[in-house]
């Protein structure tokens, strides 16, 4: 069974500040994806990230993918209130078919 | 439409009554899953289907639970005698056959199942 272990599971920052959510694996993963929930909503992909040791940039979000594509890290340059919510990552693997193993996600509150 | 459309957006029944969600893929989006949601729980994996077939049904959690797709689109997912653990928000999502490497799945908005 794969599981991931996102952390922290709470996070309460300024406006302006940076932060940066992680996600550990024993598993390795074919692929990871980042994804953000509002309330009342289905998560929205952000970024997917295929190759070990890949970043991606998406504005004030970095994303990076472990070399061993174990682990997977999102970090928020100058947080904005508009960065509120829910943000999950999820591994695709194991299957040819897209099946994804979902960290426990971090909710993330910026005060202005 | 243009997105995942799922239906009722919340559902509140009574301990042991059956209940009924509904979901809505993108057209032309030949896999669908299904995903619970609960407090302190993450999303969970239910089932997944490609066209009318569940290749994979290893996390419904128990035999009261059971989904079905018909014409390759719309999907029910039916809860038996519901218990109050089922409570919940159950999330379908859907994804283009051909969606390459990246795997990208769209979501619905979710039901939301409170059992009381």
């Known amino acids: 069974t794969q599981l991931l272990e996102q952390s922290p599971q709470f996070l309460s920052i300024q406006e302006g500040e940076n932060l940066t959510v992680y996600c550990n694996s024993s598993?390795?993963?074919?692929?990871l994806q980042w994804y953000r929930q509002e309330p009342g909503e289905g998560p929205v992909l952000l970024v997917t990230?295929?190759?070990?040791?890949e970043v991606k940039k998406l504005k004030r979000l970095t994303f990076q993918f472990g070399d061993a594509r174990k682990d997977s890290s999102l970090h928020i340059t100058a947080a904005q209130t508009g960065d509120t919510g829910l943000y999950l990552c999820?591994?695709?693997?194991?299957?040819?078919?897209?099946?994804?193993?979902f960290g426990q996600g971090t909710i993330l509150t910026v005060h202005p | 439409g243009a997105g995942v459309s799922q239906s009722p957006s919340n559902k509140v029944t009574e301990k042991g009554k059956d209940v009924e969600l509904r979901c809505d893929p993108i057209?032309?989006?030949?896999?669908l899953y299904w995903y619970r949601q609960s407090l302190g729980q993450g999303l969970e994996f239910l089932i997944y289907?490609?066209?009318?077939?569940?290749?994979?049904k290893s996390g419904l959690p128990s035999d009261r639970f059971s989904a079905e797709r018909t014409g390759g689109s719309v999907s029910t997912l039916t809860i038996q005698r519901t218990q109050q653990e089922d409570s919940a928000v159950y999330l379908c999502?859907?994804?283009?056959?051909?969606?390459?490497?990246?795997?990208?799945?769209?979501f619905g908005p979710g039901t939301r199942l409170t059992v009381l």
């Open positions: 999502a859907s994804r283009h056959r051909l969606g390459g490497g990246g795997n990208e799945q769209f």
């Open positions: 598993s390795v993963f074919s692929s």
């Open positions: 990230v295929v190759t070990g040791g």
């Open positions: 999820a591994g695709a693997g194991g299957t040819s078919y897209g099946k994804l193993t």
């Open positions: 057209s032309g989006h030949t896999a």
């Open positions: 289907f490609q066209g009318n077939s569940a290749p994979d």
